[in-house]
């Protein structure tokens, strides 16, 4: 009886370790041989994350002897296994048609709050440059560059107070917009280090506003992109890269509490324009990450903005759209205040006038909730 309980046992702890070794080799073989289909370890970390540890521990038990209480429900090991090899579920037959059909994946997308009629097309969706414009970036096109906008200066600090509560930044600061470049027409093209026309331009003219509305604003203009030349990694880590300068930001002034970071979404014109009172307006949108505790908060002042700019400006805010780590980063770095938010404005089609206006709408709507937040007297 001894001898047939350490046998018992002894086959028990040879198959767990088999077992370790076969995931082990399933892994190291889907990194290798599915490299098309984008595996990655945070593929796996989101999978595995779904799986309750002692539900599993307890079932791995049963399985050698079924004695054992199983706790909890059915897990399949097979289904678990065959996801983490193959980035597919199956029960989400998008996880499958994505591989032939990649824009399905844009439309993973939750939707918070948007405008009536918003069809999945209309959905915003950001696209990966190619490493090639990355590195060589398009040049802007002096002759559509306006007065507004080499006349912006976000070192004013008229009226502007001393105490800077407000951070605006751009993880992806190349973004820019097809009519102020040169040479560009395809849309994976609006791609510049010019700051004159890139988001950082946004970011120049919206601080420059808030300060003249006595709000303090550091704006923050790091060239996201040369950091990840420079560290040779991938357009992906955009968010690791920022999220140093955001961090880094709070540690030297703990009073930044509303972070706002700008992007451009790759949707076309007729998806990101709104006239108002006769005059042509970029569409924002408002982005909430969803892969951290807490996002409600950011989502409630996302919303909030959401419903003035929708008050004040019919048909300028798209809306409000939630994303997970199965979507996209997931963070966005607003893991740091329950006041960050990142605002796409306008896509690759609208031209300066457009992101102008739209900024001026922005900059009033956005410092009339900052004064009702902290009280006009400051002001």
Do not use: C
């Amino acid at each position: 009886m001894p001898i047939s309980k350490f046998k018992y046992y002894f086959q028990f702890i040879y198959t767990t370790i088999l077992g370790v070794i076969l995931v082990f080799i399933l892994i190291s073989g889907a990194t290798t041989s599915f490299v098309s289909q984008k595996f990655s370890s945070d593929y796996i970390r989101g999978a595995l994350e779904k799986v309750d540890a002692a539900n599993l521990y307890s079932q791995l038990f049963n399985f050698e002897n079924h004695y054992f209480p199983k706790e909890g429900s059915t897990i399949s090991l097979s289904n678990l296994f065959f996801q983490v090899a193959t980035n597919i579920r199956l029960d989400d037959t998008r996880t499958l048609l994505g591989r032939e059909l990649p824009q399905l994946s844009f439309y993973h997308t939750k939707i918070i709050v948007a405008e009536e009629g918003t069809t999945i097309a209309q959905l915003p969706y950001e696209s990966t440059p190619s490493d090639e414009i990355l590195k060589n970036p398009k040049e802007a096109d002096e002759e559509k560059i306006t007065d507004d906008t080499s006349k912006t200066d976000d070192n004013n600090t008229h009226q502007a107070s001393t105490d800077k509560r407000v951070l605006i930044y751009q993880t992806h600061n190349l973004e820019s917009y097809l009519p102020l470049l040169k040479n560009a027409q395809n849309p994976n093209d609006a791609i510049s280090a010019d700051e004159r026309v890139n988001v950082v331009s946004l970011g120049s003219k919206l601080t420059s506003l808030l300060q003249k509305d006595g709000i303090g604003v550091q704006h923050d203009k790091t060239n996201m992109n040369q950091k990840l030349l420079d560290r040779k990694w991938k357009y992906t880590a955009s968010y690791s890269a920022s999220s140093e300068v955001v961090e880094a930001a709070i540690s030297e002034n703990k009073d930044l509490t509303y972070l706002i970071d700008i992007h451009r979404d790759s949707a076309r014109k007729d998806t990101t324009t709104a006239t108002i009172n006769g005059k042509s307006y970029a569409k924002i949108v408002f982005v909430v990450g969803e892969g951290y505790e807490g996002y409600e908060k950011n989502q409630a002042f996302a919303k909030k903005l959401h419903k003035e700019l929708a008050a004040k400006y019919p048909g300028i805010s798209r809306g409000v759209y939630g994303k997970s780590q199965d979507q996209g980063n997931g963070i966005y770095n607003q893991n740091f205040s329950d006041k960050a938010i990142l605002l796409e404005v306008g896509g690759v089609d609208n031209n300066q006038e457009e992101l102008n206006r739209t900024i001026d709408a922005f900059a009033d709507v956005f410092s009339e909730v900052y004064w009702e937040e902290n009280g006009a007297t400051e002001q």
